[in-house]
């Protein structure tokens, strides 16, 4: 409705109180730290993020927009001027701005790479192109090289200036020979310690370097990373040349989502769901679990059906079955979730992995044997009946073994035919105690007691 | 059985071939990562862990020390000669130290602080009185101190001379007034790329400094932490005097604790069970919550036992019965998983908090009508009376909404009355949707059957 090219130039066109507002929140920004300036902005409106963003600085902008999540930098980038949004993109670390890109549709991801100088669009285009669940896709491009000729001093003096130029992990320099082949690594303070005149080469000489190859899995560079204490984790493609460094902030983003994962995976739930997540999203991606569970809940309900006629003479049997299926799935569960999270941190061999199959045995079987007392005197003392209790005793002891075994067996088993070893397992491990639960309690009330 | 005192002075006393064994795994320490040593020595028997630490240098012994898992350092130090297992404590970092002494009775503590020197000793038995959940208990006490008053290379210089020393953390000097108030924080890069002459207090002016006192807890450091994306958090009293830092490769091991502790205690587990906790441990953590359960689930029983004529009646409902509160227990758990993560990634505001049920809600309703649906078609077929369809599609339906907002709110409930959100929830929703699922299925049967 305003016409004037000046207002509508400096993003003004909405309306006559938008600036101030916009102008409020950006002011904030110099004394706020960016990830606080991003959980501030989330709580905002769109227009009032867009706005907010268009009056910093377009450093503060791109460490916000690094920060905010996902769903929201999209929204915001999609309804920022493009070259805005591209002057921002340019700002941003080469794998946030890969992050936020890889979230945008193709057609605003193009819009945005055109703006962009040559280098930085080929860089990013690059980096789009690995799998952002591969070392390639999570590392950080901007990383500071030592010619193995150099002298310590002139490294010193060769960080100092790729400082200015912000780079964004000056923890490490990597020491490379003519063909960028990465021969060693050296911290600040080994750099910093070193003789005056030492060659950088020598003072790497025999290390025995550690670095992931560009195809190898996020999870297990932050496995290694954790494993090694490093602050970041270079990434060599299989000549050795050096490619890039995963950090440890992103390492740190990565455990988050690996703990989530395992938690919403082992129930068949989307594994990067948050509350974020537009809920028809996840209805759409929780739903072909639920039938998953429900066709093998009707697997073990087929069980039952199988002892129809013994139900139809002692209906009791229909109160005390569901307490053997729930409390075998309960055990099974608490095996599960021990194997998982030891599958997590651990890389541990085919020989640790059945000892502690064997360890879950051993705990069933004692823990078995207490329940199965305390429901075998239940069972009696309630029906009057000690067939019954033993009966309730027997198959719950027998359960509860089943239960730990199949509990910790199913993440081996899945992780052994390629499939991740947390992703539905609790429905998977609940149809066998239930189906199993079902089948034994009837079929020794119709053995025993008729 | 061998007298030669000068063989059982070595520590060779338990056999001849025992230090050729012990130097072999010595001689390895020297190529190979602390962190992966430690793994090694995991995979050996304790007398040769025992030799091999004695054959390493103090400070390859002690980073391996630092390494290894809680149960394994404890048992080598309780077999090591009492002064070299001093002699490693004392090379150790003061919280790794603290870490390792904390697992030690206290008779084999005590022997131990014994032997260190005073100042040692009383650092350790400070650290060691600090609750090891707070930031004090995970935090070094080892750090670079910069008085406000010195200048950029001044400062420099300084932190020269201490990483000489080797302290642990030398990511960022902390500056301090003349009574050790902490009023600002310079990262080597900030100090490198000040002008020379610069005062140190001047460069750090204008800062508002973050930081968290000492009896903050530590998973909230380390959600802090990963939220500012700092490598290490400095730790003060209520007056602002700096006490420590909390590094992050302390607040990875946190955060996998985090992780861990969420997914076990979940199903009633203990948080810290791994693999290598002893069985009989295990048995004794998750047995009470295993009672708890079967607790529970007899109360679900007892609503089955209300009806225990209809199902008299009409075996069939005990075969779908189940179905119902299994598939009802899955989507609380997914909601259950969501908001399990979300606590523990973020610290979300009341309104934020039942939003987020609010959409569990909703995506209990369109899940549970596509599943009532299905499950009253399958019923009907099955059971050729489109009443007991009806009442199953009905049943499932009211289960599912129930238990999706039932898995949304139970960790937000515990977390109001100061529970943890996780301990046992699983075990919670299930007696929910178990029981609710149990009386909606056979109540409405009841009703509209007969």
């Not at 494993?227 to 984790?233: G, I, K, S, T």
């Given at each position: 409705m305003d016409e004037s090219p000046d207002a509508s130039e400096s993003g003004d066109a909405h309306g006559i109180s938008m600036p101030e507002i916009c102008r409020e929140v950006g002011d904030e920004a110099e004394f706020v730290h960016p990830a606080d300036m991003a959980d501030h902005l989330e709580n905002l409106s769109l227009e009032k993020q867009v706005c907010a963003l268009r009056h910093m600085t377009t450093e503060d902008a791109a460490e916000?927009?690094?920060?905010?999540?996902?769903?929201?930098?999209v929204d915001v980038l999609e309804n920022l001027d493009a070259d805005v949004a591209a002057q921002i993109i340019a700002e941003m670390a080469p794998d946030d701005a890969a992050d936020v890109l890889d979230e945008l549709?193709?057609?605003?991801?193009?819009?945005?790479?055109?703006?962009?100088?040559?280098e930085d669009s080929e860089e990013l285009?690059?980096?789009?192109?690995?799998?952002p669940d591969s070392a390639a896709g999570a590392m950080n491009t901007e990383l500071i090289l030592l010619e193995k000729a150099l002298t310590v001093d002139e490294a010193i003096a060769h960080i100092r200036r790729e400082m200015e130029d912000d780079k964004e992990s000056p923890y490490y320099g990597y020491v490379v020979d003519e063909k960028d082949v990465l021969v060693g690594v050296l911290s600040l303070r080994d750099l910093m310690l070193a003789r005056p005149g030492t060659i950088v080469g020598d003072a790497a000489a025999g290390q025995s370097v550690i670095s992931v190859t560009y195809d190898t899995d996020k999870r297990e560079v932050a496995s290694l990373l954790?494993?090694?204490?490093?602050?970041?984790?270079?990434?060599?493609?299989?000549?050795?040349?050096?490619?890039?460094?995963v950090t440890y902030d992103d390492i740190?983003?990565?455990?988050?989502?690996?703990?989530?994962?395992?938690?919403?995976?082992?129930?068949?739930?989307?594994?990067?769901?948050?509350?974020?997540?537009?809920?028809?999203?996840?209805?759409?991606?929780?739903?072909p679990w639920l039938m998953v569970n429900l066709f093998n809940s009707a697997l073990s309900a087929s069980v039952v059906y199988m002892f129809e006629g013994t139900i139809a003479q002692m209906a009791v049997l229909?109160?005390?079955?569901?307490?053997?299926?729930n409390q075998a799935g309960n055990t099974g569960q608490q095996a599960l979730a021990v194997m998982i999270r030891q599958l997590a941190t651990d890389r541990f061999d085919q020989k640790k992995a059945w000892m502690a199959v064997l360890r879950e045995g051993k705990i069933g079987i004692v823990t078995g044997?207490?329940?199965?007392?305390?429901?075998?005197?239940?069972?009696?003392?309630?029906?009057?009946?000690?067939?019954?209790?033993?009966?309730?005793?027997?198959?719950?002891?027998?359960?509860?073994?089943?239960?730990?075994?199949?509990?910790?067996?199913i993440p081996l088993i899945f992780r052994a035919v390629g499939r991740d070893?947390?992703?539905?397992?609790?429905?998977?491990l609940t149809t066998i105690t239930d189906g199993a639960g079902f089948f034994i309690f009837l079929g020794l009330a119709t053995l025993f007691i008729f």
């Open positions: 916000a927009l690094a920060e905010l999540d996902g769903n929201v930098a549709d193709e057609e605003h991801r193009d819009v945005l790479l055109e703006k962009l100088t040559k285009r690059n980096l789009l192109n690995f799998d954790s494993h090694y204490n490093f602050l970041a984790m270079p990434v060599v493609d299989y000549e050795g040349h050096i490619m890039g460094v740190m983003d990565i455990m988050h989502e690996e703990a989530s994962a395992d938690m919403l995976g082992m129930v068949g739930a989307d594994p990067e769901e948050s509350v974020d997540t537009p809920w028809t999203e996840s209805v759409r991606k929780r739903l229909a109160v005390l079955m569901p307490m053997v299926a044997l207490f329940m199965a007392v305390t429901a075998f005197l239940g069972a009696w003392w309630f029906t009057g009946n000690h067939l019954v209790g033993a009966v309730m005793g027997g198959a719950l002891l027998c359960d509860m073994i089943l239960g730990a075994v199949a509990g910790g067996s070893p947390a992703q539905a397992s609790s429905i998977f």
